[in-house]
């Protein structure tokens, strides 16, 4: 089956659906996405004769080799790529070209129209991103091996914590880690937050040490073209004494108890996923857990939980870290199978830290398939 040509004629039914005779895509992600070439600086012009790569001499023998069943442009260090698409459109015949309008510029915008005079170009958002959001069966096994290298990469990383690590320490070997376990780099600056930095959901790493805090928060991934994206938090493997421990966090909430919440609400939100169902639908599933929950021995009455739950459910993965469906209270989307999306529901309390567990679900029609594979009890996760 080869997938990338279906999803080049899916995009020119939707193309002449639209009454277009052409369209440019420029986004380096969606030029992959069309021809399965990994390089940059190139545009991919879908005509209704032939389409065509356009791209110059760096990368005619990697395009051979990755695109080997599509015609190519390979424009001379005399053109630019903008002119050289201008060119591929006036020749084809093309009258009224699609660009993307979300993604090429006011200045590109401007010098295609200069270039091209007879084509008349019309700015449309998000018709390659539409398609993606559906991933192929060959989709689903990159992103099925992204999340297995990040897992390697993260064993690595639990067997080798110190307490003396600073939370750039751990952000470094994170990053070596999933290089070393097949990843091209983490799918985005890894976040490893310890003890109550785990509250701020996007924590820039800091000199704080490991053995300064009793938990430990990380959101990471791996790349390799598509990406994972997964979120752990740990107890610290080192049972830090109370008086080490910073006064803020040694305040009140206990880590097995919110834990436990945090991780029904996410079975919660992974019992209402199927193909049909709103995406809002199951965000408030999992937030419903989190709002409604009572603290054991009526701890922390003027704790609501459900406002320490401060970001949506999740989002789609694919070639980019965010992507559609959009999985929060306001969202439009519509589950499919074939959607492959984070369920990562979190508690954030200042002071004290901040659990979010994250996973990689496929959704299917009858319900899901969890693509990672860690567990997801935090004993599991400590040192040994
Ligand atoms: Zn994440
Ligand atoms: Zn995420």
Known sequence: MNYIRQRRSALSQTLQAQGFDGFLITAPVNVTYLTGFTGDASF??????????????????????????????????????????????????????????????????????????????????????????????????????????????????????????????????????????????????????????????????????????SKLLVDWGADLGYKSDITRTLKSPFGTAPSRRNKMERVGFDFDELYAVVLASQNAALAAIRSGVKAKDVDSAARKVIAGYKFKGDKHPDTDLGNCFTHGLGHGIGLEIHEGPRIRANSEDVLEAGMVVTIEPGVYIPGWGGIRIEDDVLVTHDGYRLLTTLSREPAMLTAS
């Open 44 to 213: 991919y012009a879908a005509l209704p004769k032939n389409n065509t790569l356009i791209s110059d001499t760096r990368f005619s023998a990697q395009i051979e080799e990755e695109c080997p069943d599509l015609e190519a442009v390979i424009r001379g260090h005399n053109k630019t790529t903008l002119e050289a698409a201008a060119e591929t459109l006036t020749k084809s015949g093309a009258r009224s070209v699609g660009v993307e309008g979300n993604r090429i510029t006011l200045g590109e915008l401007e010098a295609l129209k200069q270039l091209a005079p007879k084509v008349t170009f019309v700015p449309v958002d998000g018709v390659v991103e539409a398609q993606r959001v559906v991933k192929d069966p060959g989709e689903v096994e990159k992103i099925r091996e992204a999340v297995r290298v990040a897992e390697r990469g993260f064993r690595m990383f639990i067997a080798t914590l110190r307490e003396a690590d600073t939370e750039k320490d751990m952000v470094d070997a994170l990053e070596g880690y999933v290089r070393r376990a097949g990843g091209r780099s983490t799918s985005f600056p890894p976040i490893v937050a310890v003890g109550e930095r785990g509250a701020l959901p996007h924590a820039p790493p800091t000199t704080r040490q490991l053995g300064e805090a």
